[in-house]
C-alpha cells in the first residue's frame, strides 16, 4: 500500500510563488507514474502535472506550463512541485496521485490508484 502526504500549501498574493511536496511511503521510484491533481470548489479534479518515473517524462495542463514544474527526489521519497506566478484561477485543492501500473494518459484521474489528502493553495489578487 502507497501513502501519499502533501505539504507546503497556504496562501499567497497573484504573482508568488510555493512548492508543494508529497511524501510517499514504500516509493518505489521505477514503479510508478506520479501527478498532482487539483480540485476547485464546484468543479472537477483536473490533472495539473505529471511524471513518468520510468523514464522521467513529464507532463503539464496547458494552464500551467511554463509556471509549474514537477520533480521528485528519489532519495528522499518526495515528489514536488514547484508553482511560480501564480493567479487566484490556481486556487484549489492539490492532491498527490501514485498509479501502478501508469496507462494511458498520465494526467488522467482514471490513471491513479493512490492519493493524499490534499493541500490547499489560496491565491489571492
Known amino acids: 500500500q502507497v501513502q501519499l502526504v502533501e505539504s507546503g500549501g497556504g496562501s499567497v498574493q497573484a504573482g508568488g510563488s510555493l512548492r508543494l511536496s508529497c511524501a510517499a511511503s514504500?516509493?518505489?521510484?521505477?514503479?510508478?507514474?506520479m501527478a498532482w491533481f487539483r480540485q476547485a470548489p464546484g468543479k472537477e479534479r483536473e490533472g495539473v502535472a505529471a511524471?513518468?518515473?520510468?523514464?522521467?517524462?513529464?507532463y503539464y495542463a496547458d494552464s500551467v506550463k511554463g509556471r509549474f514544474t514537477i520533480s521528485q527526489d528519489n532519495a528522499k521519497n518526495t515528489l514536488y512541485l514547484q508553482m511560480n506566478s501564480l493567479q487566484p484561477e490556481d486556487t484549489a485543492m492539490y492532491y498527490c496521485?501514485?498509479?501502478?501500473?501508469?496507462?494511458?494518459?498520465?494526467?488522467?484521474?482514471?490513471?491513479?490508484?493512490?492519493w493524499g489528502q490534499g493541500t490547499q493553495v489560496t491565491v489571492s489578487s
Open positions: 496521485a501514485a498509479g501502478s501500473t501508469c496507462l494511458g494518459s498520465l494526467l488522467s484521474f482514471s490513471t491513479y490508484n493512490y
Open positions: 511524471i513518468n518515473t520510468i523514464g522521467g517524462s513529464t
Open positions: 514504500r516509493y518505489t521510484y521505477r514503479r510508478y507514474c
